[in-house]
């Protein structure tokens, strides 16, 4: 059955998994193993006894950083124009700074230099959100306090002065590559809901005022 502790690599007969590019946290009985499945799959397989935690790549490993620069050179083959970076808090805070800028020169010498990347980095706090650009070196964040104060606004919760506090925020995004004017905004999204949904559960608003505040 399915162990959330045990990672496995499913490569073609012959390629390398290095196995040190994955980072265990402390526990008992840690193991790796290989075998070869009946298809000339080869299967090598990491378990740790480490719980709740799951074991996660060593991030501060330039072999790490090498590889992704390899995935990410795959997609910009194919003509993706940018990407998006999931859960970006949970990473190694140098590795964004060192690893991006690899990113961009080789979109740029593949013909696209206007290539996006933002990340996921859930604060509503400004101040704590805005340090993903200041300090990790990633170009543009999704804007999780644009989100919260919006729909609270929309839904009657904020007034006008919650806007004014949040748009005074905006120097905070600002460096010598950055500012607030390439935040990534949005309204609701596959982790907590569409914007009319919170409009239509957490307003007193019905019919064309609904309608209204939605648009």
Sequence with gaps: GFDPRVVEFRVKPGQLVDLGMVQLAPSTGNAAAEETESDGFEVKTLSATTLPEQPDLDWSNPE????????????????????RIDTAKHVDPYFFGRWLPQVQQTATAAGRPGFTTFAEAWFVDSSQLAEFQRSRGLPSVLDFPFQDTVVKFAQGRAGGSALWYLFGDDDKYTTATTNAYGL????????????????????????????????
């Design 64 to 83: 790490v950083r090498s590889a992704m620069h390899d995935v990410l050179r795959f997609w910009l083959d194919r003509g993706v124009d940018g990407f």
């Design 184 to 215: 990534t905004t949005f309204l609701g999204n596959h982790d907590m809901g569409r914007v009319g949904f919170f409009l239509r559960t957490g307003s007193s608003s019905t019919g064309q005022q609904l309608v209204e505040r939605d648009l």
